[in-house]
């Protein structure tokens, strides 16, 4: 764990793969697809979808299926695929705007992923949607004991690092409880979309510390440890894919030590010095294009591919941004927020629930 926070510090973000067992974020993906293939919303393309699957090889998708269910050792990323591709609503395409019966003919004909020119159904923002956010399915993965058990054993570390008033606490009080914020985030994207470089810190400084004092930014410089500042943000982003996710679904993109950039202070956002109103730290630029005269070179953007059950955790304050959404599948994931139960002020009770 001490490893594992300092990385966190130094690189703003933790990519931590099989972390839940696939099976309860494919149940997660299946309530989202079941809303977007509900009449009210029909966004989905699931009779075409139907109409272009592959038959399986009933005796490998049985030991894939059984791989899955399983959960440890986590399924292969070939078995995942394979269970993936076979599960209709889990593989729906999405939905054109409108069609001709002529077009629904030629695109049932076609055997392909190719996007084609038609304009399909735009991604929703399902956040705060409480008929899947508060769903059981969900909730086993966003408030479920693995992130608990990931969220308790940092806090604690950080609380070792970092004693509440000062003092050591015993043990027992090490195994600090984490809390995580009562909204959910849930984000459907279709093909064109993607999520434009930002930082949460804006939206979110109100909680982003316990003792409400802001933090006054790190130098820029990311050889400097400035980790033994109290005022360092304890609100981090828990971001999962909802699927396999390759890079031209639309991933999760991280710019690497980000966090370390000043101007990540309370009243910044919207004032004078934030010159746009973006969502962006001051200092981006900086970040961005380097300073050839200092010799800094530019940062360094991070994304992968990923499989259902690995996560990213990130610092507040992390410049971040997907790539986009290339193909006529939606691509989902969802984010939560979760901070130290120690940490959440009076003020920040009825936001946050403690687990
Ligand atoms: O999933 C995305 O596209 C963006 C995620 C994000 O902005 C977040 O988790 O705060």
């Known amino acids: 764990m001490e490893q594992l926070l300092a990385t966190l510090r130094r690189d703003g973000y933790l990519l931590l793969r099989s972390l839940i067992p696939p099976r309860k974020v494919l149940a997660m993906r299946q309530c989202v697809c079941e809303t977007l293939d509900a009449p009210d919303w029909a966004h989905l393309d699931t009779q075409s979808q139907r109409a272009l699957a592959e038959q399986p090889n009933e005796a490998q998708l049985a030991v894939d299926r059984a791989a899955v269910d399983a959960g440890n050792p986590p399924p292969s990323e070939a078995s995942l695929q394979r269970v993936f591709a076979a599960t209709p609503l889990l593989r729906a395409r999405i939905a054109p705007r409108a069609r001709s019966t002529r077009q629904k003919a030629q695109s049932a004909a076609t055997r392909s992923d190719e996007p084609s020119s038609e304009q399909l159904q735009p991604g929703v923002l399902l956040t705060g949607y409480r008929p899947v956010t508060h769903d059981p399915r969900v909730l086993d993965v966003l408030e479920g004991p693995e992130l608990r058990r990931l969220f308790s054993r940092l806090f604690g570390q950080l609380e070792k690092q970092h004693p509440a008033n000062g003092r050591m606490p015993s043990d027992g009080e090490w195994a600090a409880g984490p ?3 009562n909204s959910k985030w849930c984000r459907v994207q279709s093909r064109g979309e993607s999520t434009e470089e930002h930082t949460d810190y804006y939206r979110f400084e109100h909680f982003a510390t316990s003792t409400g004092a802001s933090d006054e930014g790190g130098s820029g410089d990311a050889a400097v440890d400035d980790s033994s500042r109290s005022t360092e943000p304890n609100l981090f982003t828990c971001w999962m894919p909802l699927g396999c996710l390759g890079v031209e679904h639309g ?6 030590g980000s966090h370390r950039l000043s101007g990540y202070r309370a009243g910044v956002y919207g004032s004078a010095e934030c010159k746009s109103d973006n969502e962006l730290p001051p200092d981006w630029p900086h970040w961005r294009d380097g300073d050839a005269s200092a010799d800094v070179s530019a940062g360094v953007w991070r994304t992968t591919s990923f499989l259902p059950g690995d996560v990213v955790v990130f610092d507040v304050r992390l410049v971040h941004a997907s790539t986009r959404n290339e193909t006529p599948h939606y691509r989902i994931s969802m984010d939560t927020r ?12 009825e936001a946050f629930k403690p687990l």
Request: no cysteine; proline share 5%.
């Open 338 to 349: 979760w901070k130290p139960t120690s940490a959440v002020r009076d003020d920040m009770r």
């Open 179 to 181: 809390s995580t914020f």
């Open 251 to 256: 991933t999760l993109t991280v710019a690497e």
